[in-house]
Each structure stands twice: as C-alpha cells, then as structure tokens.
C-alpha cells in the first residue's frame, strides 16, 4: 500500500485508523474523506475531503486525482441507527461497497478493506464459540448489508481478482471518538457515565455476552490482515475475528474496582433483541492461523487505559 484513501475517517474506527496508518506510511499517504463538513481537531493535518459515498463520479475523481491504490472503507450505517431507516441503511452500506469495488476495478486499485460484523451472524448459529462457516441469517437490515457486502467482496476476488479483504469486526472499545449508533456502543458510554456521574442505566440487560475487542487491538487487526501474503489468505471478505466476550455487569464489576462508588441499572432497549441475535464467542482460528492473529486486551487492561485516558480528557 503506498497511498490510501479511507471513507468514513471520522468515525470512531477511522480517526484512529487514520492516525496509525500515518504513523506507519507517512501522513501524505493518507487520504480522509467523510460525508461531515470537516475533519476533527485531531486529523486537521490531513487532506480531507468531503464526499458521500454513494457519489461515484466524486470518489471517482479523488482516487485519481490522488494516485490512491488502496481503500479502506469504513463509512457505514450501524446496527441500531440502520433498524430505525433500513431502506436509508441500505443505500449507504450497499451502495457505497458497491462503487468503492467497481472502482477497485475500474481504477486498478491494488487493495480494498471492507469491515464486516458479528451482526452478519443472527437465527440459528451456536453463540457459543461461532464458526467461521456458521450459517449467516442476520436479523437486522445492517446485518443483512454485512452478508451481501462478505458476499460481493469474496465475489470481487474470485470473478475481477480485486483484492478485497475484510473482517467481522466485534463490538469495538474506544477512548478518542464516540460510537456512531451500534448495538454495543454501551460497552462506551459507560466509561463515560461512570467518570462524569458515576451512574450508568445499560440498554442491554445485565447478562447480555458480547464479542467486544479495544480500538488499538482492532487498529492492529486491520493493518496485519492488509500487510498479509495474499498466498496465506484462506478467506478473503468475511475473517471471524475475537478478542474477549462479557456482559454489562462484568464490565460494571471491572469499572467498580477503579471507581468503587460506580452504580449499574439495566433498562433493556429495542437493543436488546438485536443482541440476542449475536453470538457470545466467536471461533477466529482462520486468522489466528492465516496472518498469527493474537488479540493483547484483556477485559482489566481496557477499563484501566479507558478510565486513565477518559478521566484526562473529561
Ligand atoms: P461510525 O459510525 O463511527 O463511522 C462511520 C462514518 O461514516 C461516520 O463518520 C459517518 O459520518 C460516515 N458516513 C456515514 N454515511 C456516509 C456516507 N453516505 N458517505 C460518506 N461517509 C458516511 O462507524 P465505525 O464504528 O467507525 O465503523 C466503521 C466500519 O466498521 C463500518 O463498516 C462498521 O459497520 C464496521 N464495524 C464497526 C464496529 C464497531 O463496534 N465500531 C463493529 C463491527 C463493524
Ligand atoms: N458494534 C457494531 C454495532 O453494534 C457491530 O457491528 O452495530
């Protein structure tokens, strides 16, 4: 990868994907856009550029112009924000995949990222350690946005040899950018809560087991799948990839023993139902084996560097 544009840079995984991957190719090598007005204080060094995703000839005309020969493309529609406007949801998941692939093509681009999620999982897996070639029956339309998107990917490779490459994300953890409308956005705003009013109401209910994974061990997931030998790849659009699982209350124990005074109530949401389709644990030995993943983040480490890094900040 030698210069890389990414869509969806302000969101909670892009700003600080933008940043390591600046650190790592050179801040001139990255290219921003987002449907925002205008990059965040944080990435205010880099070339930005505002464009909707579903505007082919726009992103058209900024790969090219850029010399751009990778695309990570992370600019989604999120589980809880996408069951209030399927339709709308499917716009932006579908329509956007679809030109970033076709221009992959159209542009020979060299290598495409394109998440996908445990929300691709839903009605008759095995919560327990899900595999790899589980049936995918998703049961939310952002869901079914993440199979046709594995789907198109692993297509794109096989029928046009595009290069597309792409994990099931779990539920992300982050200090720097908030969540953007997700069934485990909890697993966030409870660090804030407890830090500002040392009260937290969860929307999941207490037992609630989720695949969860801190932004820096996502960051790093990312990088190594895109910096992978394509020969060692079984699986191209669609990695399972886990780091740890809990409920709410594991993570309120957690947070208690830094801020002992911290209290959890549980008021389950239209959230809830969309959880209880997710699996608890996820069976990621096709990247552990394929590209040596190994996750660092234990539950105890993400809520000491949150607490640490959010109690700065707030
Ligand atoms: P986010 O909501 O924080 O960020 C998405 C960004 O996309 C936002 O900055 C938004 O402004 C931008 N965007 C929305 N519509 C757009 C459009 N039409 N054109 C251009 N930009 C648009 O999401 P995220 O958490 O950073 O997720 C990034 C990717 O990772 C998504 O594909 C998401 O499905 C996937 N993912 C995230 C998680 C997680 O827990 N964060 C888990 C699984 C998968
Ligand atoms: N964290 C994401 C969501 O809740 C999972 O894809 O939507």
Same mark, same amino acid.
Do not use: S, Y
């Given at each position: 990868m030698k210069k890389i544009l990414i869509t969806g840079a302000l969101g909670q995984i892009g700003s600080e994907l933008s940043l390591e991957l600046a650190r790592r190719y050179g801040r001139d090598n990255i290219i921003l856009t987002d449907i925002r007005e205008e990059a965040i204080p944080a990435l205010s060094d880099f070339k930005y550029y505002k464009v909707d995703v579903r505007d082919k000839a726009s992103l058209k005309e900024i790969l090219e112009n850029n010399k751009i020969d990778s695309i990570f493309h992370l600019a989604a529609i999120l589980s809880a924000n996408g069951e209030k406007n399927p339709q709308f949801c499917w716009d932006v998941n579908m329509n956007g995949s679809l030109n970033i692939l076709d221009l992959g093509i159209e542009l020979k681009l060299s290598k495409i990222f394109i998440p996908s999620s445990i929300a691709a999982f839903g009605d008759?897996?095995? $919560? #327990?350690?899900?595999?790899?070639?589980s049936v995918l029956r998703p049961s939310t339309m952002y869901g079914v946005t993440k199979v046709a998107g594995e789907s198109i990917g692993n297509y794109y490779f096989e029928k046009f040899g595009l290069d597309v490459r792409g994990l099931r994300y779990p539920g992300i953890i982050s200090s720097e950018t908030l969540p953007g409308g997700?069934?485990?956005?909890y697993a966030v705003e409870i660090f804030y809560e407890a830090i500002k009013n040392k009260k937290y109401e969860s929307?999941? #209910?207490? /037992?609630a087991v989720l695949p969860m994974m801190y932004m820096p061990d996502c960051i790093n997931a990312t990088i190594q799948l895109m910096e992978? /030998? $394509? #020969?060692?790849?079984?699986?191209?659009a669609d990695y399972n990839l886990a780091a740890i699982s809990f409920a709410p209350k594991d993570l309120a124990q957690e947070i208690k023993k830094i801020i002992p005074e911290f209290e959890i109530s549980y008021k389950p949401d239209y959230r809830q139902e969309i959880a209880d389709s997710w699996?608890?644990?996820?069976?990621d030995s096709y990247a552990r084996k394929d590209w040596a993943w190994e996750h660092e983040f234990g539950i105890e480490a993400i809520c000491k560097d949150m607490i640490d890094k959010l109690s700065k900040k707030l």
């Open positions: 008759g897996i095995d $919560v #327990k350690n899900t595999i790899q070639d997700g069934t485990t956005d929307f999941l #209910k207490e /037992d992978a /030998d $394509v #020969k060692n790849l079984r699986r191209h699996p608890q644990t996820i069976d």
